[in-house]
């Protein structure tokens, strides 16, 4: 691993973004730089206000700067933060000027990186920070901050401790087998620790929520108002509408807030009798891009004296899925007894496109559905992601093995025990690899 105390420097905010940019620092140099560029001692957390002279003793900026003793500081060496102005060219001169001092251009992650290194959170917690950065919805970025405060390392510290202790009692049944008189087989407590690392596994099901919102694709036949429908809940056209069938011929995807949450709406071309190769194409990955959303959303005409069921319909209907009978404008023309409004247990909201009231009425709608279908967490839920998720997998297999052989095989036992703990401990970074951390951070922005 890299040495802790690396001193390194980086933009910490997006070039062009504000009229102020941030460059931080971290290493042993912070305080003798901060005192040959300004001539005196600097006060920890106490801003300075002063004119940044390189090398040369030319002056570059005037600038703020604030400096952070270790271990009190993000990541828990010194650390310098200067506010100067945001000119692109200012800044590369202090990042130069910087280097030239001594300072390296830090790696993406590095500050997050040698803050966990220095034991200022866990790995989980360092995770979270990116999740802070590039959280696209107010739910994920709650959860994402429920994560930073270290969460997930406290529900977690329960079932390692239990573990632990049924480890120290099997060892002691090993080393010390005359000294125990009655051997209690453990079964029942690694199946409750199991049980609640299956409970917590089952979260990740909600990852993309985070991530990429709520999918939801809006199929329907030609015509039937699905590129209306978009640009009323978009509140700008967005989609080309037109009274051809067919003018949607590849997808259309923009997301919009639901709540607290993000709505993925993708719109797909008209799912019909296809004319040509190219609009049977385009058919074909409208079902494909259907079968991978998480929330369909069926566009009818109410107006239209029929109703045509989607191809591949019957795997579609077995999917979570909403029925909007659109021109409530125009007179009902639809048999409300239709075998494909009947048989299909999907709940039915009727609108007009044109009605901002009818679209503010199916946005409250999506919103509360979606939190009745399950397609996103309770706001008290911790989620965990990806790499959380394969660390409980390979300790709930080790848990329902050590359940089998809990009464036959104490060496065994002891084993299984053992790399369920280890797997439950690299989720915090206990002993994770240089391979990993890589990998983690290398996700990371530079300067975070």
Known sequence: MHAINRTFVALSTPQGVSGIAVVRMSGGLCSDVFEKIFGHRPVPRRAHFGIYRNLMDEELDDVVVTYYRGPSSFTGND???ISCHGNPIIISHILEDLCARGFQ???????????????????????????????????????????????LGRILLAPENTLLSLLA????????????????????????VRNSLEQLLRTV?????????????????????????????????RA???????????????????????????DTAGIGAANGELEALAVARSVERAMESD????????????????LDFSQLAKRRGVIILNKKDLPMALDAGHPLLTDIRWPVVEISTKAPRDIDTLRSFLECHVKKINLVP??????????????LRVAIEALLLAEDISDK??????SELRRAIDAIAAINGAETSEAVLDRIFSQFCIGK
């Open 79 to 81: 650390m310098l933060e």
């Open 105 to 151: 251009l830090a790696e993406p992650g590095e500050f997050t990186r040698t803050a966990f290194l220095n034991g200022k959170f866990d790995l989980s917690q360092a995770e979270a920070v990116a999740d802070v950065i590039h959280a696209s919805s107010d739910a994920a970025l709650k959860f994402a901050r429920r994560q930073l405060s270290g969460a």
């Open 169 to 192: 009692q099997v060892e002691a049944s090993i080393d010390f087998p005359e000294d125990i008189s009655e051997r209690n087989v453990p079964r029942a407590k690694i199946a409750g």
């Open 205 to 237: 099901r909600h990852r993309n929520c985070l991530e990429r919102g709520v999918s939801a694709v809006l199929i329907g036949a030609p015509n039937a108002g699905k590129s209306s429908l978009l640009n009323a809940l978009l509140g700008r056209d």
């Open 240 to 266: 080309l509408v037109s009274a051809i069938a067919g003018t949607t011929r590849d997808f259309i995807e923009e997301s919009i807030a639901l709540g607290s949450w993000r709505l993925t709406l993708i």
């Open 295 to 310: 929330l369909l959303l069926w566009v009818i005409d109410r107006s239209d004296t029929t109703i045509c069921a989607p």
């Open 378 to 391: 309770d706001e008290e839920e911790i989620l965990v992601n990806y790499r959380h998720a394969e660390l």
């Open 409 to 414: 095989c104490e060496e065994l036992l002891a």
